[in-house]
T-cell receptor, first 112, second 113 residues
Framework: GAGVSQSPSNKVTEKGKDVELRCDPI?????LYWYRQSLGQGLEFLIY????????KSGLPSDRFSAERTGGSVSTLTIQRTQQEDSAVYLC??????????FGEGSRLTVL | SQKIEQNSEALNIQEGKTATLTCNYT??????LQWYRQDPGRGPVFLLL?????KEKRKERLKVTFDTTLKQSLFHITASQPADSATYLC????????????FGTGTRLKVLA
């Protein structure tokens, strides 16, 4: 596909369950970002992968959150033992050296 | 503390007028500043990027200025149309040149017909 693809688009889970969110970036893009957007709020930085460098995890809100990027392409954001405050839209973006970010449509997570 | 501020109040303007949105930041020295448009339920879409050594950038009806002394960017939409109604986000690379982008809170613009 031509754009950034995220799955699932919607996820409803029970408190305490683990969830995995997937991001397929644009082919050839070296950088990949995860952001979180709560209702009516701006984008909160979570994690940033750039090429083969160690990821910048400084935005992850707790150790329940982790992310990996396999083969410099697909990324998975994992949230363990979900809490209600984790409910938000999780946005993935990728970019090449120009710095322009291309976003997916997001994964909406609802924790009951 | 470090932060990026945009008008939190919604901005309503009349069709045909120029909309001006502000983005102020503190304690950063970004190499790049970007503006994005976000429609409800969608991911943000890139509009313009301006570099620290550029004062102004234009694209069709859009104009961005970047004042590194004031730590401020202004985003203008001229001859605004109802289709321009959306939330506009600024983003800057908080560690200069690393492309680690942090976003402002966004300003909701409504253009009235």
């Amino acid at each position: 596909g031509a754009g950034v693809s995220q799955s699932p688009s919607n996820k409803v889970t029970e408190k305490g369950k683990d969830v995995e969110l997937r991001c397929d970036p644009i082919s050839g893009h070296t950088a990949l970002y995860w952001y979180r957007q709560s209702l009516g709020q701006g984008l909160e930085f979570l994690i940033y992968f750039q090429g083969n460098s160690a990821p910048d995890k400084s935005g992850l809100p707790s150790d329940r959150f982790s992310a990996e990027r396999t083969g410099g392409s697909v990324s998975t954001l994992t949230i363990q033992r979900t809490q209600q405050e984790d409910s938000a839209v999780y946005l993935c973006a990728s970019s090449f050296f120009t710095g322009e970010l291309f976003f997916g449509e997001g994964s909406r997570l609802t924790v009951l | 503390s470090q932060k990026i501020e945009q008008n939190s109040e919604a901005l309503n303007i009349q069709e045909g007028k120029t909309a001006t949105l502000t983005c102020n930041y503190t304690n950063y020295s970004p190499a790049y500043l970007q503006w994005y448009r976000q429609d409800p339920g969608r991911g943000p879409v890139f509009l313009l990027l301006i570099r620290e050594n550029e004062k102004e950038k234009r694209k069709e009806r859009l104009k961005v200025t970047f004042d590194t002394t004031l730590k401020q960017s202004l985003f203008h939409i001229t001859a605004s149309q109802p289709a321009d109604s959306a939330t506009y986000l600024c983003a800057l690379d908080i560690t200069s040149g690393t492309y680690k982008y942090i976003f402002g809170t966004g300003t909701r613009l409504k253009v009235l017909a």
